[in-house]
C-alpha cells in the first residue's frame, strides 16, 4: 500500500495513528457540546414546556365538549370560549363563596376564644396545672410580642409575595392562552403534526389521540356530573340540616370529593363537619350522618355507572398514578396522573396478548377454592336419601 499500512489494517498516518481517530475526538466533542447545549435550553424551558404538557392535557380533556358544540353547528372557537366562560364563572363562584365562608368561621373562632380558654383552664385545674388569669396574661403578652415579630416579617416578605402572586397569574394566563388555541385549533394542528408521518403510523397515532381523548375527557366529564350532583344534594341536605354558608360547603365538598384523587372524598367532608361541629356538636354529627351515606351511595349506585367506561383502574394503581404525578408536577400532576395512568393502560391492552392462567394456589382466592370443594359435597348430601334404592342396588351389585 502507498502509505506503508499493513494488509486489514486501518491506514494511518506518517505518526502511526489511524485517521478515523481524530474524526471519532471531533464527533464525541460536537456530541457532548451539543447535549450540553441541550440540556441547559431545557433546563431554562422547563417552566414553558411544563406549561405546555398542562394545556395540552386539557385541551385533551376540553376536546369531546368541543365536538358536541361543534356537532351542534357551533364554531370550534365559539365552543371552546363557552366551555372556558363556564369554567371561570364556576371558579369565581367558588372562590367568591369561600371568602366569606373563612372570614365569618375566622370571625366566629375568635368570639368563642375566651370560652374555649375557660374550658381549658378548668380542664387543667383538675388536673393540678396552674392556669391562673396572671399567667393566662403573661402568656398573651408573649404572645402578642410575637405576632408583631411575625406581622414586620411578614411586612418585610410582602413584596416577593405579590411577586410570586403575579408570577402564578402570569402561568395561569399562558396556560389558558395553550389551551385555547390547541382546543380550537386542533384539527388543523394534528393535521400539520400527521403530515410528517406516513399514512400507517397516521392511523396509529390518531388512534392514540382518541384512546386519550377517550380516557382523559370522560374522566373529566364525569367527574365534573358527579361533583354537580353531589353539590346539589350536599346543598340541599346542609340547608335543612342549618349549617351556615350552605351553598359554599356544598361547592367545597363537590369539587373537592371528586378532583382531588384518592384522598379527595376525605378532604372534602372535613370544612363541613368541622364548621357544623363549630355550630352545634348534633349539627356535626348530622353532617357526618350524611357523609357516610351519600358517600355509600355514591360508590355504589353513583359511581360505577357514570365512570363504567373511563376509570377502570385498581385502587392502588389509582393511588401510585396520583402520588407520581404529584410528586413530578405538584396539583396539577395529580390531577393528571389517573387519566394518564388509565390511557396507558388502554394502550398497552391493545397491544398486549392475554392468556390463560394455570391453576395455583397463589392465583386463587382461598376462599373461592373452599366455596367450590364444599358446594359438589352439599349436592351429593342432598341426592342421597332420593337414591337410596339405587344406592343398594349398587352395594348389591359389587358384592355380586
Do not use: C
Not at 494488509?7 to 471531533?26: F, N, S, Y
Not at 385541551?59 to 366562560?85: C, D, H, M, Q, Y
Not at 380542664?123 to 408573649?142: K, P, V, W, Y
Not at 388509565?342 to 392462567?357: D, F, K, P, S, W
Amino acid at each position: 500500500m502507498q502509505d506503508g499500512s499493513p494488509p486489514g489494517r486501518a491506514p494511518t498516518d506518517r505518526h502511526g495513528m489511524p485517521r478515523w481517530i481524530p474524526r471519532l475526538i471531533v464527533m464525541v466533542a460536537l456530541a457532548a457540546v451539543g447535549l450540553f447545549a441541550a440540556f441547559h435550553v431545557l433546563r431554562a424551558l422547563r417552566t414553558l414546556l411544563v406549561l405546555i404538557l398542562i394545556s395540552a392535557f386539557l385541551s385533551i380533556a376540553l376536546e369531546p365538549g368541543v365536538n358536541f358544540l361543534s356537532r351542534k353547528g357551533w364554531r370550534r372557537g365559539w365552543a371552546t370560549g363557552l366551555i372556558f366562560l363556564v369554567m371561570v364563572l364556576v371558579v369565581g363562584l367558588f372562590i367568591g363563596l369561600m371568602v366569606p365562608l373563612v372570614v365569618d368561621q375566622v370571625a366566629r373562632f375568635v368570639t368563642k376564644l375566651p370560652g374555649y380558654v375557660d374550658e381549658v383552664a378548668g380542664l387543667a385545674e383538675r388536673f393540678g396545672i396552674d392556669f391562673s388569669s396572671e399567667r393566662l396574661r403573661q402568656a398573651l403578652t408573649n404572645v402578642d410580642a410575637d405576632l408583631q415579630r411575625f406581622a414586620g416579617d411578614i411586612a418585610g416578605g410582602i413584596f416577593g409575595v405579590g411577586t410570586a402572586l403575579l408570577g402564578t397569574m402570569a402561568q395561569m394566563l399562558t396556560v389558558a392562552l395553550f389551551t385555547f388555541y390547541m382546543t380550537a385549533d386542533g384539527p388543523r394542528l394534528r393535521r400539520v403534526l400527521l403530515s410528517a408521518l406516513p399514512a400507517a403510523r397516521q392511523r396509529e397515532v390518531l388512534w392514540a389521540v382518541e384512546v386519550a381523548i377517550d380516557r382523559t375527557g370522560g374522566y373529566f366529564y364525569s367527574r365534573a356530573l358527579l361533583a354537580g350532583i353531589s353539590a346539589s344534594v350536599a346543598w340541599a341536605a346542609f340547608t335543612i340540616i342549618g349549617v351556615p354558608f350552605p351553598l359554599a360547603l356544598a361547592l367545597w365538598m363537590g369539587l373537592v370529593s371528586q378532583f382531588v384523587p384518592v384522598l379527595g372524598t376525605y378532604i372534602g367532608g372535613v370544612l363541613p363537619l368541622a364548621v357544623a361541629l363549630i355550630e352545634s356538636p348534633p349539627k356535626g354529627l348530622a353532617v357526618l350522618g350524611y357523609v357516610l351515606v351519600y358517600q355509600g351511595i355514591e360508590n355504589y349506585l353513583l359511581a360505577p355507572r357514570i365512570t363504567a367506561r373511563t376509570m377502570e383502574l385498581h385502587p392502588a394503581v389509582a393511588f401510585g398514578a396520583a402520588f407520581a404525578g404529584a410528586s413530578l408536577l405538584g396539583v396539577p400532576g395529580a390531577l393528571m396522573g389517573l387519566p394518564l395512568a388509565a390511557t396507558i393502560q388502554a394502550l398497552i391492552g391493545a397491544y398486549l396478548r392475554r392468556h390463560e392462567v394455570v391453576e395455583s394456589p397463589l392465583t386463587v382466592d382461598p376462599r373461592a377454592v373452599a366455596a367450590r370443594t364444599v358446594a359438589p359435597n352439599e349436592g351429593t348430601e342432598e341426592a342421597a336419601p332420593a337414591g337410596e334404592p339405587g344406592a343398594g342396588s349398587g352395594e348389591g351389585e359389587a358384592g355380586g
